[in-house]
């Protein structure tokens, strides 16, 4: 038997505990891999688990620390044995390991009182009369505190059965499994679990736990069965008919394992825009769903262990109206389209129940968009972009930063380029540091000398005879105009003659702005120069290409096209 002292049982403050390795409990029986593949629960599949271990864990190594194999080092399984009223584990706990019941009865259930703390107005005497008080009591109980138009029929629990939400007290025997989501994603341990006889349990690390989901024909067809009944029951359009449901979808559901922290796979179940692939149930894990906007992703919300999601693509035959991902490692189940279809086809009421979800769905999700877009008009009036007539925008999606666009504007200028490729962000897009050609364009407001003026295709031109006081400069709300040092003969400023130009130079400024490349063919270098596609010239009446979220008819902002100050 291998021991553990208390000090290995605690994980370091702050960081997930390793799910492939744990403190053997001082009771445990460390079994050999002959001792584990003897027991039926591997008889399906003892050769396949014999290859996969034996390559895992059977390799020597030599250390100063340590000299022999991994499952010496670090068993993944182990052997308890329970007496009649022990507690084998408690809701709360941080553990990593599940349990396989090889024989016996055991209880699990939630031992916290169900209730809410809440606070109420309470009277007072005397002259604290003048002030509000206010009293903090737990209230017991459940139904009575919680209003819900659609409650959940039950508790989600570490178990292979939730327990009901009235009586939540739950027994299992040989053959089940507990402990699942606290092994394979760390989570603390959802329920108290103790034994109703004497028992003997496996206790296994996430490697073993895995490696039983994937080869063992026996314990996939239990686990499928018990996790499609559990689902069943707690989806409220399924009422009434989940025996039927169960019999016609236990032979054709897919179970979909997905590890974002796996490298070779994927967070991402599917995409906004995605052909609809299937209608999803939670077996176990968290997911995230949002939804693209101007400037990022909106939340619109999470979803958990007996919650479903993929039906409004199918029940609408339209592609995926959001984003779907997972946070940790999740399991799901999948209906495909075909069989969806035939559901909700032999159960009428079922469709009509989806339908009504979906539908509340779609609602919640436009007001949610409303206010979001309203947050984008502020967002873009707020950034100046509406002002503008003229935007240069870098995709960043497609930019890989190699200054291409600035190389060629300083080369189409006789070296001194009016682009800098810093500026604000909205969407996807970086709104270049370069001259927006505004509606209101206050930096000709206050030149001396007229030098800054604006052509009939509306781009700004400061002329030759710019004296350098930088008003228009000052002027510029967004920093779009520079003033460039330049070196002059002293007889340019003097009006001496070239003999007194060899006596020196002296330094002045010039103001400079992007002038579209006006009488360069081609367009903007810029632009034509960018080997990904990255940098777009945009008139103001493109907006609505480049900003859809924000320049649409049916946008509840009302922006439409051309909206802004007058010209």
Known sequence: MVESTD???????????????????????????????????????????????TKRYLREIR??????????????????????????????DFDQTGFYILNGRVKVFI?????????????????????RGYATRFVSGIAELVEDPNPRRSIPTD?????????????????????????????????????????????????????LKEMSNRFKEDYKNRALSTHLRNVPAFAGHEGEIQEFLKDRIEF????????????????????PDGFYLIRNGHLKVTKRVPGGDVVLGYIGRGEYFGEIGLLDGVPRTATVSALDTVELVRVSPEDFQTLVDRFPDVGVRLRRKATERQMNTQAQMERQSAFLLDDFLGKGLLDARNLLLLDLEKCTRCDECVRACADAHEGITRLNRVGERFDRFLVATSCRSCSDPL????????AIRRHENLEIVIEPWCIGCTKCAQNCPYGNINMQVISLPSSDKEGGDSETAKKGSVLKQKAVTCDLCAGISGGPRCVYACPHDAAHRVRQEEFPI??????TRESPTGVAPGAGKGS
């Open 63 to 92: 250390s100063a620390a340590f000299v022999g194999t991994p499952w010496e080092k670090q068993p993944p399984v182990w052997l308890r044995r329970f007496r009649k009223g022990d507690v084998i584990c408690e809701e709360g």
């Open 159 to 211: 178990a292979p059965v939730d327990l009901d939400r009235q009586n939540p007290v739950l027994e299992l025997s040989s053959g089940d499994l507990f402990g699942e989501m606290t092994c394979i994603n760390n989570y603390p341990r959802s329920a108290t679990v103790v034994a109703l006889t004497d028992c003997e349990c496996l206790e296994m690390l996430a490697p073993i736990l895995r490696l």
């Open 111 to 131: 031992a916290s009182q169900s209730g809410l703390v809440r606070s109420a107005e309470r009277e007072r005497g005397g002259w604290l009369r003048l002030f």
């Open 7 to 53: 000090a290995q049982l605690l994980s370091p403050l702050g960081q997930a505990p390793d799910t492939e390795t744990a403190a053997i409990p001082r009771d445990a029986e460390v079994l050999s891999i002959d001792q584990v593949l003897a027991l039926d629960l591997f008889a399906d599949c003892r050769e396949e688990m014999r290859k996969e271990l």
């Open 256 to 275: 979909i394992d997905r590890n974002p922290l796996d490298k070779k796979e994927s967070e991402i179940i599917f995409r906004e825009g995605d052909e």
């Open 443 to 450: 930096c000709m407001t206050e030149c001396p000398v007229g």
């Open 546 to 551: 480049y900003f859809p979220n924000v320049f």
